[in-house]
């Protein structure tokens, strides 16, 4: 039995592990843009507590999702600059838009399960969404461009 970090202890070092060649989600996005076939896009969903108000008037915490994706990936930083401004990734969400095509690859979403599995187990599935891309992309080429010579 593995022992698991209890849900406070969650952090984006889970990420680190799981993808330590990137220092934060916007070089992670630069490595799969660059490094598949298809130019793979990545989206990454992040939770964070959003405070309104103050002590004295109409106080309130909520906890807010929110997808970045693109450039906004910059303003993200480090996993650790996000650990310090109390942003978690939860997801990371991979797909391709086919040059020349009508439609794209479908978009999949890689869910955190940080309390469930190792930063290994994660990086394993999110490499097997990439291919995944990767083969829909090609099939989806061949399908409207065929063999061209």
């Avoid at 990545?42 to 103050?54: K, M, N």
């Avoid at 990734?89 to 978009?107: C, H, N, Q």
């Amino acid at each position: 039995m593995r022992d698991y970090p209890d849900a406070e202890d969650q952090s984006n070092r889970y990420f680190a592990e799981a993808f330590p060649d990137a220092d934060g989600p916007a070089e992670l996005y630069r490595q799969v843009y660059k490094y598949t076939d298809c130019g793979a896009y990545l989206s990454i969903t992040i939770e964070y507590l959003e405070v309104s108000g103050t002590c004295f008037d109409d106080y309130h915490e909520q906890m807010v999702r929110k997808t970045i994706s693109g450039d906004d990936l910059d303003d993200l930083r480090t996993w650790q600059a996000m650990d310090e401004r109390g942003q978690l990734a939860v997801s990371f969400t991979v797909g391709s838009i086919v040059e020349g095509a009508d439609y794209d690859t479908d978009e999949i979403e890689i869910e955190s399960k940080q309390l469930e599995e190792t930063p290994s187990e994660y990086r394993k599935r999110f490499d097997e969404a990439l291919e995944e891309v990767e083969q829909q992309a090609e099939a989806i080429w061949q399908d409207t461009h065929g063999e061209q010579e």
